[in-house]
């Protein structure tokens, strides 16, 4: 089983849900926040965990989801902040997220069924592969996505 993948996952949804809290400041993004502390190795290096997490808040980067201005060492992004396409995917609704969204108001349907709040829930259940579905559709466009039922 590919664990990492999953850490993958987890790693650039907790970032990009950091980034969109913080949105439109910019904020320096550590990695610890993410994932805790991790202990270096005996050559004072960050742990392979850290190593994986940095890695792929640098890979949001290249694949335009962030931008920062650099890094701390190997512990943060420095002056990160979403870009159009990381804010636009982390804010879209996703149909058929509730039931029953006749009875919400629409401003707080809009919040409820966005992907920004269904990644929190999935976090906060500890649903690793409603996770891992969620965070595919942030790497999808919209019209990929459409008819994804999450």
Same mark, same amino acid.
């Given at each position: 089983?590919?664990?990492?993948?999953?850490?993958f996952?987890?790693?650039?949804?907790?970032?990009? $849900? !950091?980034?969109?809290?913080?949105?439109?400041r910019?904020?320096?993004?550590?990695?610890?926040?993410?994932? &805790?502390?991790?202990?270096?190795?005996?050559?004072? @290096?960050?742990?392979?965990?850290?190593?994986?997490?940095?890695?792929?808040? @640098?890979?949001?980067?290249?694949?335009?989801?962030l931008?920062?201005?650099?890094?701390?060492?190997?512990?943060? @992004?420095?002056?990160?902040? $979403?870009?159009?396409?990381?804010?636009?995917?982390?804010?879209?609704?996703?149909? &058929?997220?509730?039931?029953?969204?006749?009875? $919400?108001p629409?401003?707080?349907?809009?919040?409820?069924?966005? @992907?920004?709040? !269904?990644?929190?829930?999935?976090?906060? &259940?500890?649903?690793?592969?409603? $996770?891992?579905?969620?965070?595919?559709?942030?790497?999808?466009?919209?019209?990929?996505?459409?008819?994804?039922?999450?």
């Amino acid at each position: 089983m590919d664990l990492q993948i999953d850490d993958f996952y987890k790693d650039c949804a907790t970032g990009l $849900l !950091q980034l969109y809290q913080a949105f439109p400041r910019r904020v320096a993004l550590y990695v610890e926040d993410l994932i &805790g502390p991790s202990e270096p190795d005996e050559f004072g @290096l960050p742990s392979k965990r850290h190593e994986s997490c940095l890695g792929a808040l @640098l890979w949001l980067a290249d694949e335009g989801y962030l931008r920062f201005d650099s890094t701390i060492h190997f512990e943060a @992004l420095d002056q990160a902040t $979403l870009t159009e396409k990381g804010f636009l995917r982390m804010s879209r609704a996703l149909p &058929g997220a509730l039931t029953n969204p006749e009875n $919400l108001p629409p401003s707080i349907l809009r919040v409820r069924a966005s @992907l920004a709040q !269904q990644l929190r829930e999935a976090l906060r &259940g500890a649903d690793s592969e409603r $996770l891992v579905r969620l965070t595919r559709l942030i790497f999808e466009s919209s019209a990929d996505a459409m008819g994804d039922i999450v």
